[in-house]
């Protein structure tokens, strides 16, 4: 653990999990004793999860540590978002933990948990950003354990007798890290005992690189204001690293961190190369213009952008009617559809007059008639999210699939679902 900023006033995130708890630990050993807390989260999803939160507020009342124990409800968040229970459980925690009082809140990334979310990031398809992995300090966060391996948290956990309790859902392999923590990463280390070590340096070069790269996307020319941002068009047109770096700039500075995709970078190239007049939705509400010699991008409300095309992508889709999300996982509410089927011209959209839906194992019918016959409310129909490849509907978000997209024994099986706004 790296020296820490004793005029610092720190929150440490403490689960009762080993890494966790020998991060506590190493910070009540440090002479002198920064000014720490401790914060423990019940997410509502074990039974056993309030014990745990006992458990560490018993240990920090013995070395005289403050700890809060704070509830919140994951499954139900889950259910209502439609998101997996992993996700929801992360979600809440971030947000319980942002509203800490201090300048850093201290979490128990480490280095194995480096490699894996690496390993994570590039078999979902990301861009250069998700392959540096986890940085040690990214805003008020930060992981002083990050350059530490599992095995060495273990020995310094052995070693001054660490207390910790384990949580049963990590041998749950359904959940996506605890596979590639448990199955996907020995299988590697078959191959190459370094395996882990050689994703982290793999990282760390990335991360490297992409520092150089984000001192050539000047954005000094971008003109920011409350409403969203106005782009020199040529900004866009220039070599996709550099292009796509200014993307990321300009959002930040307008103040969206998060959800910002390839995808939606893909979005404002196509529209900088074409003609004066179109728009692009953009996700929180944004819409993008090409102004001729410039992309304005504008804060813009629902009513005002009905008629958006979002090319279909796996992952998660931002819509101003709710994020579509593309995923191998099945997740509460979720329609299947065969990935092979879905042409490369499908588009996320809203109904458009002459659509057709080809029921699922019917015949074809009009949309609206299609909507009608299954009593969807009028005020309903428009803010309906439809994947579509011209006027053929794919998938009516939340309500069915076509037959078009149906799956069996030969199909690359993905899940759909909507989270409404």
Same mark, same amino acid.
Request: glycine share 6%.
């Given at each position: ?19 966790? =708890?020998? =991060?506590?630990? =190493? ?7 920064? /000014? ?10 074990? +039974? ?20 809060? @124990? ?5 499954? +139900? ?29 201290? &979490? ?14 590039? &078999? ?40 910790? @309790?384990? /949580?049963?859902?990590?041998?749950? %392999?359904? !959940? ?8 996907? =990463? ?35 020319? @971008? ?18 690293? @550099? ?85 191998? $996982? ?14 490369? $011209? ?8 002459? $659509? ?9 019918? %009009?949309?609206?008639? !299609? ?22 509907? &794919? ?13 069996? /024994? ?12």
């Amino acid at each position: 653990m790296q020296n820490l900023d004793l005029t610092k006033k720190y929150v440490l995130a403490v689960s009762g999990g080993i890494d966790s =708890m020998v =991060m506590l630990a =190493m910070f009540a050993a440090l002479k002198p004793r920064p /000014d720490f807390s401790v914060v423990t989260v019940n997410h509502g999803i074990r +039974k056993e999860a309030q014990s745990d939160c006992d458990f560490v507020a018993d240990y920090c009342k013995k070395i005289d540590v403050d700890c809060s @124990v704070l509830c919140v409800d994951a499954p +139900k968040y889950s259910e209502e978002n439609k998101i997996s229970l992993e996700t929801a459980a992360r979600v809440l925690r971030y947000e319980v933990l942002a509203k800490s009082d201090c300048d850093f809140v201290c &979490l128990a990334h480490h280095a194995d948990d480096n490699a894996e979310t690496v390993l994570m990031h590039i &078999l979902r398809g990301s861009g250069a950003y998700g392959a540096q992995g986890i940085k040690r300090i990214n805003g008020k966060y930060l992981r002083p354990l990050i350059d530490l391996t599992r095995e060495e948290i273990e020995r310094y956990a052995r070693n001054n007798n660490v207390p910790f @309790v384990v /949580d049963s859902t990590n041998a749950e %392999t359904i !959940y996506t890290r605890n596979l590639v923590r448990r199955e996907v =990463m020995p299988m590697l280390k078959k191959i190459n005992s370094c395996a882990d070590k050689n994703l982290v340096r793999f990282a760390n070069n990335i991360a490297e690189d992409n520092s150089y790269l984000d001192t050539l996307a000047d954005i000094s020319e @971008v003109d920011v204001n409350a409403n969203g941002a106005r782009i020199p068009k040529r900004l866009f047109l220039q070599p996709r690293p @550099v292009a796509y770096r200014v993307f990321r700039k300009v959002f930040e500075r307008i103040g969206v961190f998060k959800d910002i995709e390839k995808t939606h970078f893909e979005t404002i190239v196509r529209l900088a190369s074409g003609q004066g007049g179109k728009k692009a939705f953009l996700p929180f509400g944004f819409v993008a213009v090409n102004d001729y010699d410039f992309i304005s991008i504008e804060r813009q409300s629902i009513g005002e952008s009905l008629d958006f095309e979002i090319p279909f992508a796996l992952g998660n889709v931002q819509t101003p009617f709710g994020t579509v999300r593309v995923s191998k $996982d099945k997740i509460p509410q979720c329609l299947r559809i065969d990935l092979n089927a879905v042409p490369p $011209d499908a588009v996320f959209r809203v109904k458009r007059q002459g $659509d057709v839906f080809c029921k699922f194992a019917g015949g074809q019918k %009009t949309l609206k008639k !299609y909507l009608i016959d299954k009593k969807i409310p009028q005020r309903k129909r428009n803010k309906l999210i439809l994947l579509a490849s011209g006027s053929e509907i &794919l998938v009516i978000c939340g309500v069915e699939i076509s037959d078009k997209v149906k799956t069996d /024994d030969n199909s690359d099986i993905y899940f759909i679902s909507v989270q409404g706004e």
